[in-house]
Nanobody, 119 residues
Framework: QVQLVESGGGLVQPGGSLRLSCAAS????????MGWYRQAPGKERELVAA???????NYADSVKGRFTISRDNAKNTVFLQMNSLKPEDTAVYYC?????????????WGQGTQVTVSS
């Protein structure tokens, strides 16, 4: 099992910045990738950014150039630096971890943290 605890959400004005953190604990050695998803009211959950254990990153087109995903392996933590925030970035942001054990993939989710971009 993997436990994910997110922090860093809040209210910010358009153009502002926020940094989300996700700390992983439990069976972390078999994690192959971690990422951030978001879900706005009335919309489906979507991938925002992901990073593999090898350091490869992937971003949604809507956040490229504004958001940066990174990780601190020593602290088992993944970060999402969000700059130039827009009202359309408003959503609940969920941390995600993919773990592979004996060729079987398991997916874990954090509890979510609210990000609201509004003046």
């Amino acid at each position: 099992q993997v436990q994910l605890v997110e922090s860093g959400g809040g209210l910010v004005q358009p153009g502002g910045s926020l940094r989300l953190s996700c700390a992983a604990s439990g069976s972390i050695l078999s994690i192959v990738a971690m990422g951030w998803y978001r879900q706005a009211p009335g919309k489906e959950r979507e991938l925002v950014a992901a990073i593999t254990t090898g350091g490869s990153t992937n971003y949604a087109d809507s956040v490229k150039g504004r958001f940066t995903i990174s990780r601190d392996n020593a602290k088992n933590t993944v970060f999402l630096q969000m700059n130039s925030l827009k009202p359309e970035d408003t959503a609940v942001y969920y941390c995600n971890a993919d773990r592979v054990v004996a060729a079987v993939e398991y997916t874990y989710w954090g509890q979510g943290t609210q990000v609201t971009v509004s003046s």
